[in-house]
């Protein structure tokens, strides 16, 4: 019996990565019983991989997954398989085993052979469980020998077989034609709607996310947006986190959304021109209290150049009117550079936050410099920043903060001291640095020309 007063997955600050390599980050999430939410975002955001965390065959680094309020690596995995049934993208069998036989696999956690009981009652939901997934008439073909379309359905009716409760689908209609396309998110649907079962499905599909799910949840190594296809289904968010255009039109009601390129002779879509005249440079977490704060302010600003995978790209794509992206872990490209160079011409600040400085993030750095000396007003941000509300929290001596902040950098300078003379020379181009929330506002509303309210 699944008590409805606690979710029946939570995921509390996970993190995740393979080989050492950080994945995913500070993810949390509460899924009720009976929910219905897809998981979207680009290719390598990282679906699968919460997916595989959230059925047990992959360990969170860090952060608990808890099933039915008890943390899922205690369930043993039995337990955890009677109730969460996965079908993932692409299943291959090493042996030429029937559909039928394929499909009794579903039934492993609650018997003891590896083919079933063979009891009366495990035949009935084998036979239905190829019923529903429309399998039935297959049953006797060998499952390698079929259509792709054809195996993703019996991944299915082997899941239908396990007779969970939670159902994790991995883009359950990659291989599918229209109408099976159709067919199986119908299927899905009643699932949930009749037999209440919780179902997260990760979709590449935007507009049949939108059609069969009521909850969003846009990923990018961490939760961008988590929120009804309204909200999620957004251009300018679509746009920064899958890096292409889009316009999102509403078919027949808000609830028939749908994201399409945009024509040819459309006008420029206005996120493609960012209002903002504050541009950021972060990185590692660095900029997380400043976006905060300017987001909060309702100061408009862009961000960027940043790494896929950082948390501050991830921060900054639900924040940032608009992001500079660069593949994860890779050096500031040249033609990602010559991005920020053309964004620095436009505003009218820039907000350097304390990021640790590496042979790979340096030309951003010195791109900075180069707009000082054309005349950019740059902030350098002290770490760590005071949040106080009080604007009176600017270093009383101004040289002492400059010394203070030098050092600071000096400490996450991994060039070698070319970082460090960067700054220098920023400082002595007229850059300004500040110590607290309050006084960044105070000189960020100084420097662009918006009426705030
Ligand atoms: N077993 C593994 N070992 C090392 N890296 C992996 C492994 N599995 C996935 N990755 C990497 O982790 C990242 C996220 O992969 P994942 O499959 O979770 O993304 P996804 O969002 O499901 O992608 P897609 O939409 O292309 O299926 C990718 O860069 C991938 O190469």
Sequence with gaps: MVDRSIPVLEVQEVAFGYKQQALLYDVSLAIQAGEMVGLLGPNGSGKTTLLRLLSGVLQPHQGRILLEGRELRHWGRRKAAQRIAVVPQELHMPFAYTVAQMVGMGRTPFVSSFWGSGNSDDREIIQQAMREAGVDTLAERIFNELSGGERQRVTIAMALAQQPTILLLDEPTSHLDIKYQIETLELVQHLNRQRG???????HDLNLASRYFSRLLLFQRGIVADATPAEVLEPGLLSRVYGIDVQVGILRGAEHLSVLPPSRDALPLKSNKPASRVHLIAGGGSGELVMRALADAHIPFSAGALNIGDSDHTLALRLAEDVITEQPYTPISASVLEQVRQRLQQVDLLILCPAAIGPGNLPLFQEALRAARH??????VAAPLQTTCAPDAISDSHKEGVAQLLQLFAARDYTGGDGLRCLQQ???????SVDSTAALLEETRKHIAYAFD
């Design 375 to 380: 005349g950019l007003r740059v902030i350098l």
């Design 426 to 432: 920023l400082m002595q181009a007229g850059a300004i």
């Design 197 to 203: 079962m919780t179902v997260i499905a990760a979709m």
